[in-house]
């Protein structure tokens, strides 16, 4: 079946370092690449997307880069920040519409002060 | 503007039993989903709805899961006869569009519990 693979699964940086998460997925009509931020006890919020006709999208500290031709798409977190410890995860789907979203498995960023 | 409220936050029950979960969207938001999160991965989509109607059910075990959307507001999820692998936190979102975007905004989640 189609599917997100995540990278890494457990990922700890210094207060200050980048972060960079990265994903694969499988299903070649996927289009819109949403990253999640899940703190415990919370559901997933939206921190940042990208649509396939653009290749890189930035957001503050926040950046995502798409590769659709090899499959891949990153989340780069710079100047992190103890309070951007949490779980987060990438995902795919068909439209912008969350047709057909599929989740990666997560990814536990630990920002060490 | 209030977020997506969902309830009971816990619950604890014992295999073969019934369980329903309550999910109340956004306002005007016209697309609900279910999820369903097991410990350490991330939400699998179990069903889709467009206001009352449903869009993607392909995930959902429809042999003992079932799901409705009456009026095209609140949702319920029920599950009967409950596994112990039904065990997880099911996530419900809803959406709009703004933009040309549509943003899934998520509630806080039930943690179902099967002994």
């Known amino acids: 079946g189609e599917n997100v693979e995540q990278h890494p699964s457990t990922l700890s940086v210094q207060e200050g370092d980048s972060a960079v998460i990265k994903c694969t997925y499988s299903?070649?009509?996927?289009?819109?690449f949403p990253w999640y931020k899940q703190e415990l006890g919370k559901g997933p919020q939206l921190i940042i997307d990208i649509r396939s006709n653009v290749g890189e999208k930035k957001d503050q500290r926040i950046a995502v880069t798409l590769n659709k031709t090899a499959k891949h798409f990153s989340l780069h977190i710079t100047e992190t920040q103890p309070e951007d410890s949490a779980v987060y995860f990438c995902a795919a789907s068909i439209g912008s519409g969350g047709f057909k979203t599929i989740f990666g498995a997560g990814t536990r960023l630990f920002v060490k002060a | 503007e209030a977020g997506v409220a969902q309830s009971p936050r816990y619950k604890i029950i014992e295999k073969r039993q019934s369980v329903a979960f309550w999910c109340n969207p956004i306002s005007g938001h016209a697309t609900l989903y279910w999820y369903q999160q097991i410990l350490g991965q991330g939400p699998k989509l179990l069903i889709q709805?467009?206001?009352?109607?449903?869009?993607?059910d392909s995930q959902l075990p429809k042999d003992r899961f079932s799901a409705e959307r009456l009026k095209g507001v609140d949702s319920t999820l029920k599950i009967q006869p409950a596994k112990l692998e039904d065990s997880a936190v099911y996530l419900c979102a809803s959406s709009t569009t703004s933009g040309g975007t549509e943003t899934q905004y998520f509630g806080p989640g039930t943690r179902l519990l099967v002994l």
């Open positions: 709805f467009q206001n009352n109607g449903v869009v993607d």
């Open positions: 299903d070649s009509a996927s289009n819109y």
